[in-house]
């Protein structure tokens, strides 16, 4: 996968394009802030959308060692209520 960005992330989310944010969420390239914010950006897309196939990959990301997202994790949780 080529870094995620932001913009990116938009467009996934305007097609509810729910395998392609999952694929962000799951992004382990290049840590930078750009990268921080497109992971941040699809966990909040995926709370939004409230697929069922979002909460898996939710938690492993709360759970993920290699993230700082944790707050926008926990807060999508919330809004797909678990």
């Known amino acids: ?3 995620p960005n932001e913009e990116k992330v938009e467009e996934m989310e305007a097609r509810m394009d729910v395998e392609g944010l999952i694929n962000v969420l799951k992004y382990k390239g290049k840590w930078k802030a750009g990268v ?7 966990a909040r897309a995926l709370g939004d959308i409230r697929g069922t196939r979002a909460v898996e990959p939710l938690i492993e ?4 060692t290699y993230s700082d997202d944790e707050y926008f994790v926990r807060q999508e949780k919330r809004w797909i209520g678990i």
């Not at 990301?61 to 993920?64: I, P, S, V």
């Open 1 to 3: 996968m080529a870094e």
């Open 36 to 42: 921080r914010d497109a992971r941040a950006a699809a």
């Open 61 to 64: 990301a709360l759970q993920d």
